[in-house]
């Protein structure tokens, strides 16, 4: 074996050059037995032969064995060690030129030839995309999408070419789309289904491509399938459900895609996606309340969600997952109440239909992102000062969000009880809260958001403390002491990197501090005045005024 191998390289060699058909033809068919009975050292033959040089000048159109050889190409290429030395011998550029053949075997040979050549290298497939196959093979799917072998090998390049970013635009200004959705209606096998799904879901991260795909008809092919597997529990089926109702959820994700589907809330798809959230089936529970999460992402939507009792279908399913439930499903059922909570007009009809009242059920969760998800839609409802106060003296609310403030491991937990807390404070304006708020140990919270890398949060703490001081300074001072308020105060209005509006409202909170004896003596040894006295030139007029408000205040209280 190893004998007759040598012999047909050194044979292949000359034949090469000299282009004797019959010899060659000859040559490739015992180099294509040899790689089928042993590929890796055949490979390595080959590759030390030389021989790979000579493989370019037979990849011509002209060629009548160019099939032949980017096989054997194809074939090499599955060994790593070998995908370098095809890259060397140039047999990119001819083998991308033969995609342009009109011949299937000759198409299918160079397909697999590229794909294992270029096979986990992002930079070699990127060097495909800016020689422009991604159009040529959007073409050859759509001419040979009979010939099943050359249709899946371009959904493996698709598959392999739609993960790079750079890939996205090329794709979006082909028909794709309307390809893979064509070829989509047609499979009946999970397998082939399969594939496709693995090439859509890349793809349907751009929104161009979105679009594109909801036009095409794909939205009426997942609710097609989701009808007819959501009763099965056979596993292919199951994953097909999964699949597919997840990628409706990506398609809702573009703002035209979404819109589009929406149909002022009358559309037919959004209806299909309504009769999810009742469903006992978890996984379209789940894809029905993102789906809806995803609607409301514009105010017009919520608004007619809300007035079509969306909110108790969300309240409905969430009552069903309280205990041992599905994280996912409260996660998202949390996601779409939060969003739905964003328009002013929406957020009493929330609070009258009881949606505190759900969402705090799931206050004892030890899952970061249904806190997270919880913190957030109470914030967006608690603009009204009733619900504010309410909330407010709700001490195990209080105590719970005081415990989420120390949550390190989650920035975006603790981001949230902090802003709670000071939203609790601003809205309500209520002493009582303010109290409460301090036997449960959360002045020293808000002290430390003063002095967060965000001007909003670090604004909304400043705001809420200044309140704190004017209505419960004498129950609060001992804690603010303690979290050196007065401290962190000081260096906001030293630092010239400080927001304006932190200057503003640290000024203001320094005058209201003055009611202290102990607050006071602290302002008085760390010597106010002088910082104060400099930003009585400072641009923003506001904080000018505030500069020289606080200093007659300062000079008039030492």
């Known amino acids: ?53 000579l493989f370019a000048s037979l990849l011509t159109p002209q060629s009548s064995c160019k099939a032949k050889v980017a096989n054997i190409i194809a074939e090499v290429a599955k060994n790593e060690f070998m995908r370098i030395p095809c890259v060397d011998a140039g047999l990119i550029s001819p083998l991308v030129q033969l995609l342009n053949s009109k011949d299937q075997e ?33 073409k050859l799917l759509g001419i040979h999408c009979q010939n099943a072998a050359l249709t899946e090998m371009c959904l493996v390049a698709f598959g392999n070419l739609a993960e790079l970013e750079s890939s996205k635009e090329q794709f979006a200004s082909t028909n794709i789309a309307e390809e893979l959705v064509k070829l989509f209606k047609k499979q009946i096998e999970h397998d082939k289904r399969e594939m496709i799904f693995e090439v859509l879901a890349p793809l349907a991260e751009n929104d161009a491509i979105k679009l594109q795909l909801v036009e095409a008809g794909l939205v009426e092919c997942l609710l097609e399938i989701v009808q007819q597997k959501v009763d099965s529990d056979k596993e292919d089926d199951i994953t097909e459900l999964k699949t597919g109702s997840d990628l409706m959820v990506l398609l809702l994700l573009g703002d035209e895609s979404m819109q589009k589907l929406f149909e002022g809330g009358k559309g037919g798809v959004f209806q299909r996606v309504l009769s999810w959230i009742p469903s006992n089936n978890h996984q379209l529970q789940l894809a029905g309340a993102l789906a809806i999460a995803n609607f409301a992402r514009n105010d017009g939507n919520c608004i007619h969600m809300v007035d079509n009792g969306i909110v108790e279908k969300l309240m409905d399913l969430l ?47 030890e899952m970061p992102p249904v806190q997270f998800k919880l913190l957030g839609t109470l914030r967006m409802l608690i603009d ?142 760390l010597a106010f005045l002088d910082v104060v006295s400099k930003l009585r030139s400072h641009e923003n007029k506001s904080v000018a005024q505030q500069a020289s408000l606080t200093e007659q205040r300062l000079t008039v209280e030492s």
Request: hydrophobic share 45%; charged share 25%.
């Open 1 to 53: 074996m190893a004998d007759n191998l040598s012999d047909t390289l050194k044979k292949l060699k000359i034949t090469a050059v000299d282009k004797t058909e019959d010899s060659l033809e000859g040559c490739l068919d015992c180099l294509l037995q040899a790689l089928a009975q042993n590929n890796t050292e055949t490979s390595e033959k080959i590759q030390a032969s030389g021989i790979l040089q």
């Open 106 to 138: 000759v198409l299918l040979q160079t397909g697999r030839a590229l794909g294992n050549i270029c096979y986990d290298s992002h930079s070699l497939q990127a060097q495909l995309i800016n020689m422009g196959v991604i159009p040529t093979l959007v």
């Open 319 to 365: 009552d069903r997952h309280v205990e041992d439930g599905n994280v996912t499903v409260q996660h998202a059922a949390l996601s779409a109440l939060r969003n739905l909570a964003i328009p002013v007009i929406n957020k009493a009809k929330m609070l009258s239909a009881g949606v505190t009242e759900a969402v705090l059920k799931f206050l004892k969760s």
């Open 384 to 525: 009204a000062q009733e619900a504010a106060e309410q909330l407010g003296k709700n001490v195990k609310l209080v105590e719970r969000l005081v415990e989420w403030c120390e949550a390190k491991d989650h920035a975006g937990v603790m981001g949230e009880s902090n802003r709670l807390l000071s939203a609790l404070i601003r809205h309500s304006k209520s002493k009582d809260v303010i109290k409460t708020i301090v036997q449960s140990g959360g002045i020293k919270h808000l002290v430390t958001m003063a002095t967060s890398e965000h001007v909003i949060m670090q604004n909304e703490a400043l705001v809420a403390l200044a309140l704190i001081a004017a209505l419960e300074l004498g129950t609060a001072e001992k804690d603010l002491e303690s979290a050196k308020l007065v401290q962190i105060l000081h260096r906001l209005l030293a630092d010239e990197r400080s927001a304006p509006e932190i200057k503003y409202n640290s000024m203001v909170l320094i005058c209201a501090l003055m009611g202290s004896e102990c607050l006071h003596k602290e302002v008085q040894d």
